[in-house]
């Protein structure tokens, strides 16, 4: 017989039970920190990276289901910027659309006294373009050249608007004489619109 296993069977129960219970543990202890351990930190890290993987799933289904709308909505703001664009005049149409506030003035009977274009401020993706008025004519003829500004395809505000009475004094078809601002804006080219322009202001 072995000799270790001859000793191992003389010692008393008490200590082989001992001894074989000391290698069971050293046995679970080894299977603890050689395979099970390795496994369950693999395991934790699989299910965390599954769970990231389900969750970008889950917010590109989101997002999916949503594009349609995003889409409808990008369209959407895309054709009010480009219809608020072409009511901002570049460089080369101002001249033009200057000229055409001072016809509509002549053709509502005003007298033009003073017909001054400002410096631009630029404010931004557009600049505004500030011509300094003064005009006498009647109330209906101020009114309807005020409209008809109003009514062009080109922004252009009238403000600062202050009227003092002339010839006639307070009778129907007395003059008055009118000092306002007009200011249209002009499109900078190459920079990038922050926000639509609206059509508004005091007229």
């Not at 002549?106 to 931004?124: A, D, M, T, Y």
């Not at 050249?145 to 009778?171: H, Q």
Request: glycine letters at 6%.
């Amino acid at each position: 017989m072995n000799p270790r296993v001859e000793w191992f069977l003389r010692r008393p129960a008490y200590q082989r039970a001992l001894m074989i219970l000391a290698v069971m543990l050293l046995v679970v202890a080894a299977f603890v920190f050689l395979l099970y351990l390795p496994k369950d930190e693999e395991y934790s890290s699989l299910q965390q990276e599954s769970e990231k993987v389900l969750a970008k799933l889950q917010e590109d289904r989101r997002i999916a289901a949503n594009l349609p709308r995003f889409k409808a909505e990008y369209e959407k703001m895309k054709l009010q910027l480009d219809q608020a664009l072409t009511e901002l005049p570049n460089e080369k149409e101002i001249p033009s659309l200057l000229t055409t506030i001072a016809t509509l003035a002549k053709e509502n009977g005003l007298n033009v006294l003073r017909f001054k274009p400002g410096g631009e401020r630029p404010q931004g993706f557009y600049a505004e373009v500030p011509v300094d008025l003064k005009l006498v004519g009647t109330f209906h003829q101020i009114a309807k050249f005020f409209y008809d500004v109003g009514d062009l395809p080109r922004i252009v505000n009238i403000g600062k608007v202050a009227m003092t009475l002339g010839r006639g004094g307070a009778s129907a078809g007395a003059e008055l004489s009118v000092d306002c601002l007009a200011v249209t804006f002009r499109f900078l080219e190459g920079s990038a619109p922050a926000a639509p322009a609206k059509k508004g202001g005091n007229k």
